[in-house]
């Protein structure tokens, strides 16, 4: 009797132990995390982030949501992580476009970054520079010479407000010494439907819908805007081939409020990134149209944000 009750208690004390060491060893405190997308669904953003989301799940075990909250350069989205307990269950699933939303806009709410901390990046990609059909070149440095000849006559879309095609067509329109009309759509299937009816001469879009488009004949890709060809559509030359003197890529990855403790952050980054080594995660998003699967430490990671926050600071308020 004495023996059962100690092998009873052995047994307790066995499970606390392992409890314990399971809290210690997972600081997360749920297994259901929240991708908060603050653009609409169906755009690469989103598509990345359920890519993401899918992946996660099968290989950590764990319950990942992904909720769209678009609007107002993404800060809708930003804001309700915001205002979620930082723990690390409610994240923001953005692209690098909103390092920009100071530049793009006086609203102070919509100027998020400094109140998020980065956890995550997922991939990277050049931007395509896309020319309507009707456009009378046939290469890049032909249409920068004709946008140069004919200042303000030529319309060009972009994002209403901010994002990464207008970071690009900024950067783009400054580095070119051209000045074209800017006409603001809610999205980038929007600009691209009057980019393929030449009412637009010209609009960047990701590597996915402007490969797309190039190879249909639907529109032309005369440009892509990293400093390396991409790997997706490698004929295309880069900005610099054409002589526009930049550069360029568009990343997505995930942010947590800069209240959430570096233990949280950790165990993010490093689940993250062990699915995204995976073979599986990785040959999906290069299917995407996606340049490079990222695996970025936390460290690596702020140097990243810092370092581009300076340069577009550079280059958008000169």
Request: hydrophobic share 45%; net charge neutral; charged share 15%.
């Amino acid at each position: 009797m004495h023996d059962k009750r100690v092998y009873i208690m052995f047994k307790f004390i066995l499970v606390f132990l392992l409890m314990a060491v399971q809290a210690i060893a997972q600081p997360l405190p749920t297994r259901t995390i929240h991708f908060v997308v603050p653009f609409a669904a169906g755009g690469t953003t989103d598509v990345t982030a359920r890519i993401l989301a899918q992946e996660l799940s099968k290989n950590e075990n764990i319950s990942v949501v992904v909720e769209n909250r678009p609007g107002a350069l993404g800060s809708i989205g930003a804001n309700y992580v915001l205002s979620q307990r930082p723990d690390g269950s409610v994240l923001l699933f953005t692209s690098n476009g909103i390092l920009a939303n100071r530049y793009f806009s006086n609203n102070k709410d919509v100027d998020v970054i400094d109140r998020l901390i980065p956890v995550a990046s997922v991939i990277e990609s050049a931007m395509v520079m896309m020319v309507a059909n009707n456009i009378p070149v046939t290469n890049g440095r032909e249409f920068v010479s004709l946008m140069q000849s004919r200042p303000n006559h030529f319309h060009y879309g972009t994002s209403a407000g901010g994002g990464t095609l207008q970071i690009a067509a900024s950067l783009f329109l400054r580095a070119s010494n051209t000045d074209m009309i800017a006409v603001p759509y809610s999205g980038g299937s929007t600009a691209a439907t009057d980019l393929l009816g030449g009412r637009i001469a010209l609009m960047f879009d990701s590597n996915l819908v402007g490969m797309q488009h190039h190879r249909a004949g639907t529109a032309r890709a005369l440009a892509v805007t990293s400093r390396e060809r991409s790997r997706s559509i490698p004929d295309i030359p880069t900005w610099r081939e054409i002589g526009v003197d930049t550069e360029f890529v568009a990343w997505q990855g995930l942010y947590a409020s800069n209240n959430t403790p570096i233990e949280v952050l950790q165990a993010l980054n490093r689940m993250i990134n062990n699915t995204l080594r995976t073979s599986t995660t990785t040959n999906r998003f290069l299917e995407t149209g996606a340049d490079r699967v990222m695996n970025e430490s936390l460290e690596q990671l702020s140097s990243r944000v810092s370092q581009e926050l300076k340069v577009l600071e550079r280059a958008l308020t000169r």
